[in-house]
Protein backbone atom coordinates (compact mmCIF):
# COMPACT_ATOMS: atom_id res chain seq x y z
CA UNK A 1 0.00 0.00 0.00
CA UNK A 2 0.69 3.88 -0.44
CA UNK A 3 1.82 6.01 2.46
CA UNK A 4 -2.41 7.31 1.65
CA UNK A 5 -4.74 4.89 2.84
CA UNK A 6 -8.26 6.06 1.38
CA UNK A 7 -11.22 5.00 3.00
CA UNK A 8 -15.15 4.48 1.49
CA UNK A 9 -17.96 4.34 4.08
CA UNK A 10 -21.24 3.24 3.02
CA UNK A 11 -24.08 3.83 5.01
CA UNK A 12 -27.46 5.81 4.46
CA UNK A 13 -28.66 9.33 5.61
CA UNK A 14 -29.06 9.79 9.31
CA UNK A 15 -27.04 6.17 10.25
CA UNK A 16 -23.44 8.45 11.14
CA UNK A 17 -21.62 7.76 7.87
CA UNK A 18 -20.07 10.47 7.46
CA UNK A 19 -19.54 11.03 11.87
CA UNK A 20 -17.60 7.53 11.32
CA UNK A 21 -15.39 9.26 8.64
CA UNK A 22 -15.04 11.85 10.70
CA UNK A 23 -13.94 10.19 13.81
CA UNK A 24 -11.56 8.47 12.09
CA UNK A 25 -9.80 11.18 10.34
CA UNK A 26 -9.62 12.85 13.61
CA UNK A 27 -8.31 9.63 15.11
CA UNK A 28 -5.48 9.66 12.60
CA UNK A 29 -4.62 13.23 12.89
CA UNK A 30 -4.23 12.54 16.95
CA UNK A 31 -1.30 10.31 16.02
CA UNK A 32 0.25 12.80 13.43
CA UNK A 33 -1.18 11.94 9.74
CA UNK A 34 -2.17 14.31 7.25
CA UNK A 35 -6.41 13.61 6.88
CA UNK A 36 -9.25 14.23 4.74
CA UNK A 37 -12.52 13.45 5.55
CA UNK A 38 -16.20 14.49 3.56
CA UNK A 39 -18.96 13.20 2.39
CA UNK A 40 -21.07 12.76 -1.00
CA UNK A 41 -25.20 13.69 -0.80
CA UNK A 42 -27.38 16.48 -2.30
CA UNK A 43 -30.45 16.68 -0.96
CA UNK A 44 -30.82 13.19 -0.01
CA UNK A 45 -33.83 12.81 2.30
CA UNK A 46 -33.37 10.36 5.73
CA UNK A 47 -32.32 6.70 4.82
CA UNK A 48 -31.49 7.60 1.44
CA UNK A 49 -27.86 5.96 0.30
CA UNK A 50 -24.85 8.16 0.90
CA UNK A 51 -21.22 7.66 1.20
CA UNK A 52 -18.37 8.94 3.17
CA UNK A 53 -14.60 9.52 2.39
CA UNK A 54 -11.38 9.64 4.91
CA UNK A 55 -7.96 9.76 3.52
CA UNK A 56 -5.20 9.49 5.66
CA UNK A 57 -1.52 9.86 4.86
CA UNK A 58 1.62 10.96 6.66
CA UNK A 59 2.63 12.91 3.89
CA UNK A 60 0.50 15.90 2.62
CA UNK A 61 -2.62 15.11 0.62
CA UNK A 62 -2.89 16.46 -2.37
CA UNK A 63 -6.23 14.29 -4.05
CA UNK A 64 -9.25 16.21 -4.00
CA UNK A 65 -11.60 14.08 -5.68
CA UNK A 66 -14.13 11.14 -4.17
CA UNK A 67 -12.40 8.11 -3.29
CA UNK A 68 -12.74 5.49 -6.70
CA UNK A 69 -10.45 2.87 -5.66
CA UNK A 70 -10.29 2.40 -1.88
CA UNK A 71 -8.04 0.43 0.40
CA UNK A 72 -11.01 0.28 2.79
CA UNK A 73 -14.37 -0.16 2.61
CA UNK A 74 -17.11 0.04 5.36
CA UNK A 75 -20.90 -0.93 4.93
CA UNK A 76 -23.04 0.39 7.63
CA UNK A 77 -26.02 -1.03 6.50
CA UNK A 78 -26.35 -4.38 4.83
CA UNK A 79 -29.19 -3.40 2.62
CA UNK A 80 -26.61 -1.86 0.81
CA UNK A 81 -24.76 -4.81 -0.51
CA UNK A 82 -24.30 -4.70 -3.88
CA UNK A 83 -22.07 -4.11 -6.73
CA UNK A 84 -21.49 -0.08 -5.66
CA UNK A 85 -20.15 -2.01 -2.75
CA UNK A 86 -17.16 -3.82 -4.50
CA UNK A 87 -16.63 -0.73 -7.16
CA UNK A 88 -13.32 0.18 -7.89
CA UNK A 89 -12.23 -2.48 -4.63
CA UNK A 90 -8.33 -3.87 -5.28
CA UNK A 91 -7.14 -7.21 -4.40
CA UNK A 92 -5.86 -5.95 -0.76
CA UNK A 93 -8.76 -4.19 -0.30
CA UNK A 94 -10.31 -4.53 3.18
CA UNK A 95 -14.05 -4.63 3.42
CA UNK A 96 -16.16 -4.50 6.50
CA UNK A 97 -19.68 -5.23 6.62
CA UNK A 98 -22.19 -4.64 9.81
CA UNK A 99 -23.65 -8.34 8.54
CA UNK A 100 -24.96 -11.49 11.31
CA UNK A 101 -23.52 -13.42 7.88
CA UNK A 102 -19.74 -14.93 7.47
CA UNK A 103 -17.35 -13.40 5.48
CA UNK A 104 -17.69 -15.73 2.66
CA UNK A 105 -21.75 -15.46 2.29
CA UNK A 106 -21.00 -11.64 1.66
CA UNK A 107 -18.19 -12.37 -0.71
CA UNK A 108 -21.28 -14.41 -2.75
CA UNK A 109 -23.40 -11.74 -2.37
CA UNK A 110 -20.96 -9.03 -3.68
CA UNK A 111 -20.20 -11.37 -6.74
CA UNK A 112 -16.01 -10.59 -6.26
CA UNK A 113 -12.91 -12.48 -5.84
CA UNK A 114 -11.41 -9.15 -4.66
CA UNK A 115 -10.40 -7.72 -1.40
CA UNK A 116 -10.06 -9.15 2.02
CA UNK A 117 -13.97 -9.59 4.05
CA UNK A 118 -14.73 -8.89 7.46
CA UNK A 119 -18.01 -9.18 9.34
CA UNK A 120 -19.83 -7.90 12.44
CA UNK A 121 -23.09 -7.82 13.86
CA UNK A 122 -23.06 -3.94 14.09
CA UNK A 123 -26.94 -3.65 14.67
CA UNK A 124 -27.01 -6.13 17.45
CA UNK A 125 -24.39 -4.84 19.36
CA UNK A 126 -24.79 -1.11 19.01
CA UNK A 127 -28.96 -2.50 20.04
CA UNK A 128 -27.37 -3.99 23.33
CA UNK A 129 -25.16 -1.29 23.92
CA UNK A 130 -26.22 1.95 23.01
CA UNK A 131 -29.71 1.06 23.16
CA UNK A 132 -30.48 2.45 19.43
CA UNK A 133 -29.39 0.45 16.22
CA UNK A 134 -26.42 3.37 15.23
CA UNK A 135 -23.67 1.27 13.78
CA UNK A 136 -21.07 3.41 12.61
CA UNK A 137 -18.52 3.88 16.29
CA UNK A 138 -19.24 -0.55 16.01
CA UNK A 139 -18.42 -0.59 12.62
CA UNK A 140 -14.89 1.52 13.08
CA UNK A 141 -13.99 -1.26 15.60
CA UNK A 142 -14.08 -3.39 13.17
CA UNK A 143 -12.12 -1.52 10.76
CA UNK A 144 -9.39 -0.61 13.33
CA UNK A 145 -9.04 -4.21 14.22
CA UNK A 146 -8.94 -5.18 10.13
CA UNK A 147 -6.77 -2.78 9.14
CA UNK A 148 -4.71 -1.02 12.14
CA UNK A 149 -5.01 2.28 10.12
CA UNK A 150 -4.99 4.31 13.48
CA UNK A 151 -4.84 2.59 17.03
CA UNK A 152 -7.60 1.53 19.27
CA UNK A 153 -6.56 4.09 21.96
CA UNK A 154 -6.85 6.85 19.36
CA UNK A 155 -10.15 6.35 17.98
CA UNK A 156 -11.40 5.75 21.52
CA UNK A 157 -9.94 9.00 23.13
CA UNK A 158 -11.45 10.82 19.96
CA UNK A 159 -15.18 9.19 20.33
CA UNK A 160 -15.15 10.32 24.08
CA UNK A 161 -14.06 13.75 22.81
CA UNK A 162 -16.81 13.97 20.58
CA UNK A 163 -19.53 12.28 22.78
CA UNK A 164 -19.32 13.39 26.39
CA UNK A 165 -20.88 11.78 29.58
CA UNK A 166 -22.84 8.55 29.02
CA UNK A 167 -22.75 8.75 25.21
CA UNK A 168 -19.23 8.74 25.30
CA UNK A 169 -18.32 5.80 27.53
CA UNK A 170 -20.80 3.35 25.69
CA UNK A 171 -19.69 4.53 22.51
CA UNK A 172 -16.14 3.62 23.50
CA UNK A 173 -17.49 -0.08 25.04
CA UNK A 174 -19.22 -0.42 21.59
CA UNK A 175 -15.72 0.27 19.70
CA UNK A 176 -13.85 -2.36 22.27
CA UNK A 177 -16.26 -4.71 21.80
CA UNK A 178 -16.99 -4.73 18.00
CA UNK A 179 -13.04 -4.87 17.39
CA UNK A 180 -13.39 -7.58 19.66
CA UNK A 181 -15.85 -9.77 18.07
CA UNK A 182 -15.27 -8.74 14.12
CA UNK A 183 -14.24 -11.76 11.92
CA UNK A 184 -12.44 -11.98 9.27
CA UNK A 185 -11.86 -14.00 6.15
CA UNK A 186 -9.55 -17.22 6.64
CA UNK A 187 -6.77 -16.87 3.95
Known amino acids: MSSMIEVRIHGRGGQGAWTASNLLALAALREGKYVQSFPTFGPERMGAPIQAFTRISSEPI ?43 TIRNILKTSLG ?10 AIKILGRPITNTAILGAVIKASNIVSLNSLIEVVKERFSGVAGEKNAELIVKAYEEAVGEVA
Not at 117 to 123: D, E, K, L, M
Open 62 to 104: NAHCMVYNPDIVAVLDPTLLGSSIAEGIKDNTIIVVNSEEKPK
Open 116 to 125: RIWTINATDL
